[in-house]
């Protein structure tokens, strides 16, 4: 399968955007999705992850309460609303799929199949 994430781009601290993931190709599986965000010379860091049926949610305790993941499985598409941005979630952000039916450590990178290319949010202050 292969992630297209998209809607990064230049707001200002307080501000809000939404991020997208479409999926193509093998989309007839639904996959637990997942948020991902690194900074040059960091390492990338858990944001946010939903299961495959919608019905589970997780955020990283720097985003809770600020961003809300979602999806739209008829469009095979993620999404991660971020609003109140601050000038620390500047980051590329990236979003990846895990193939249901085995563990998932929704929080952990090396738990994902397949990753997106990245979407930069910079937040200005």
């Known amino acids: 399968v292969q992630l297209q994430a998209s809607g990064g781009g230049l707001v200002q601290a307080g501000g809000s955007l939404r991020l997208s993931c479409a999926a193509s190709g093998r989309t007839s599986v639904s996959y637990n999705m997942g948020w991902f965000r690194q900074a040059p010379g960091k390492e990338r860091e858990f944001v946010a992850a939903i299961a495959w049926s919608g019905f589970a949610a997780f955020y990283a305790d720097s985003v809770k309460g600020r961003f809300t993941i979602s999806r739209d499985n008829a469009k095979n598409t993620v999404y991660l609303e971020m609003d109140s941005l601050k000038p620390e979630d500047t980051n590329v952000y990236y979003c990846?799929?895990?193939?249901?039916?085995?563990?998932?450590?929704?929080?952990?990178?090396?738990?994902?199949?397949?990753w997106g290319q990245g979407t930069l949010v910079t937040v200005s202050s």
């Open positions: 990846a799929a895990k193939t249901p039916g085995t563990s998932w450590r929704h929080h952990e990178t090396e738990s994902y199949d397949y």
